[in-house]
């Protein structure tokens, strides 16, 4: 994965540079001095991918206290951007060598959001938002394993949507909206604490940089501010 390879090499490269001292005089002088410029322009791209996640982050849960709609066709349109919105982002996380498995999540997820924008409005779409959560859902599993380790706070965060998910099976009409709602806003709280795990990671200044809107709610109700 592109972007935890760059934190990685970011990290090592003091290491490197020892190494460097035990060979040629000339080649470490010449790799040492290269490796001395890269290393300020390798940690601002990291220190700009970190932000740039962390405003999607942030967009991303504004969007998803604005849920559920007050009609079907202005819910499927405010979930379809959610879609949009998590298409863009998760990919930013895992990096440029994604997985097979990942990238067919990202095709499921996709595939919603493109329904929702272009299907009949006389469709239930209960059906094609539920396909979407189910497909974030195993990305952000995902994402935890194989970029953040399986952390603990992003595990408890993921088994909270995946019991909205769940619901989803049997809860209909407006109902359904509610819990897909909070589904969203449960992805958008996984996406933070994510997020964080970044900023710690990459060693900058600070925590995300609005403080989280949706919080885990174990207990099974509504996720608030």
């Known amino acids: 994965m592109a972007f935890s390879r760059s934190l990685a090499t970011l990290c090592l490269l003091p ?3 020892g190494l460097m001292l035990t060979g040629c ?9 290269r490796a001395a410029k890269e290393e300020p322009q390798l940690a601002a791209d990291v220190t700009g991918r970190v932000r740039e996640i962390q405003n999607r982050v942030n967009d991303l849960d504004a969007a998803s206290q604005q849920l559920p709609g007050n009609s079907e066709q202005a819910n499927r ?3 379809e951007q959610c879609f949009g919105d998590l298409t863009r982002l998760l990919p930013m996380i895992e990096g440029d060598y994604q997985s097979g498995e990942f990238r067919q999540g990202i095709r499921v997820l996709e595939s919603a959001r493109q329904q929702l924008a272009s299907g009949s409005t006389d469709l239930a779409s209960e059906p094609t938002i539920g396909q979407g959560l189910r497909a974030s859902l195993r990305l952000l599993e995902n994402l935890n394993s194989f970029v953040f380790g399986q952390d603990g706070e992003i595990t408890k965060r993921i088994d909270v949507v995946r019991q909205k998910v769940d619901q989803l099976d049997t809860a209909h009409g407006p109902r359904n909206r509610v819990i897909a709602s909070q589904a969203v806003r449960g992805t958008a709280s996984v996406l933070q604490q994510m997020s964080a795990a970044l900023v710690d990671r990459a060693g900058l200044e600070g925590k995300p940089t609005t403080n989280p809107a949706t919080k885990p709610d174990a207990g099974g109700t509504a996720m608030v501010r």
């Open 15 to 17: 290491a490197t540079f």
């Open 77 to 79: 349109q405010m979930i």
């Open 25 to 33: 005089a000339k080649t470490t002088s010449t790799v040492g001095q």
